[in-house]
């Protein structure tokens, strides 16, 4: 997965003057002054300031101390540094270009794969969804091993899957740049019903993103389908792009409210100031892309547990305009905005730069509706993996596509509830566990809110 183009901004040190007790000025690039300052930024802009864990070890190295201090429940807030890889994240899909959930059942265990990035090596291979995996790097898995097993090949230049039927697949670890849009396709005809797939928000995909519904316009689509299902999030204002494109909705309404701390005004973005955000390269205006926009006054989204992020912001931001169907599982359940604070040269001196990636605001939409951070709960429930085996992304058999083609065909897009479970094929009842999954958290600024 690419890492979206983060509005980094930086932030200086608070200088603290009080005539001869003032301390001395701790040595830049020292573990001290790098900790010291990391503790003033906290205090001022981490959404739990007054609840940050008290220390007075101020020698740790910076990221042992950053997370030393942080809100017990917090998951999210992150720091990193300058080109040290340590501190950064890897996933199997943004290294090896696939990822794979673990199914238990009695007796049982099985390895399923639930995404291949197209033209990745795998893919190259025919490694496809739905796939067995029995062993990684000649090692087998069972019921306990899969996180271990994972983690170590995260470290290696390459992997070895192998699949139930015995093929070998040899994937080289590379930097995989996933694309936005996987594929976007009529699936029905009568009624004419859209449906795409989108694996992340990045602007790198605007421009299939844009010919995508150009396509749909002119096949005059009734219904559309979004699966994100997999899709960790990205960019708030790519997010309000897809907003603008697809939904029944003016460029000045509210996409979202951001509530921080008593030192932090709260604010809202409406979708044009949302998608004023996009990087460099970019000049999209809402205007022009609501002209070229779907105008649907109700969208069907796909969702499950690695569904986050800007994910959630779009079902929840869109929620008071149009009607959302949300079918699949509930939401990973990330209701939380973050920025990144990087140290000053008069902080980090020679030394590579740290970045503080806290979290800042709690999202809600215009109608004040937040507070998903156990997730976002369909409106019709079915979990995918129940149903096996996997097929490919878009296809009609998928279980959630299928209800959705169902419920619209029996003109019942209001049904509240779980869905009718008896007919399910090959039940297994499972309790799966996602791999190495990372969430891409929502970047906002706060420079032109807060005057620091």
Known sequence: MRRPHALVLTFFSLIFSSCEK????????????????????????????????????????????????????????????????????????????FDMVQLQTTGKTIQLITQVVPFSEGDLMGLKRGDSISHINNEPFDHSNLKSLLSKSLLLPAVHLTRNDGKIFHLPASYISQPVLYTAKLISSSPTVGYMFLSQFDFSGAYSLLEAV?????????????????????????????????????????????????????REDSFAAALQGQPDGYSFSAKDVLKQGLHLKRIYILTGPNTASASEMLINGLKPYIDIIQVGDKTYGKDMA???????????????????????????????????????????????????????IGDTRDPLIREVLRTISDKNTRVKGTVNTTEKTNIL????????????????????????
């Open 22 to 97: 003032d301390p001395p000025l701790k040595e830049p690039g020292s573990n001290e002054a790098i900790n010291e300052w990391t503790m003033a930024q906290m205090r001022h802009y981490y959404y739990w300031n007054d609840q940050i864990t008290q220390t007075n070890d101020y020698q740790q190295s910076p990221d042992l101390f950053f997370k030393s201090i942080l809100f017990p429940d917090d998951h999210y807030s992150r720091i990193l540094q300058t080109f040290n890889s340590d501190t950064y994240g890897n996933t199997l899909t943004n290294t090896f270009g």
């Open 214 to 266: 150009q396509n749909f316009k002119s096949q005059q689509i009734q219904e559309l389908i979004v699966d994100l299902r997999y899709n960790p999030g990205g960019q708030v204002a790519f997010t309000s792009f897809c907003a603008l494109l697809l939904a029944d909705i003016k460029e000045n309404d509210i996409f979202a409210k951001y509530q921080g701390n008593k030192n932090i005004k709260n």
């Open 338 to 392: 973050s920025t990144t604070l990087s140290t000053p040269e008069e902080i980090h001196g020679t030394e590579r730069a740290w970045h503080l990636i806290p979290m800042i605001y709690k999202i809600y939409n215009k109608m004040g509706q937040g507070g998903y951070s156990n997730g976002i709960t369909p409106s019709i429930k079915i979990d995918e993996f129940a149903f096996l085996p996997l097929p490919p």
């Open 429 to 452: 009842s499972p309790k799966y566990r996602g791999s190495t999954y990372q969430v891409i958290p929502i970047e906002v600024s706060t420079a032109d809110k807060t005057g620091k």
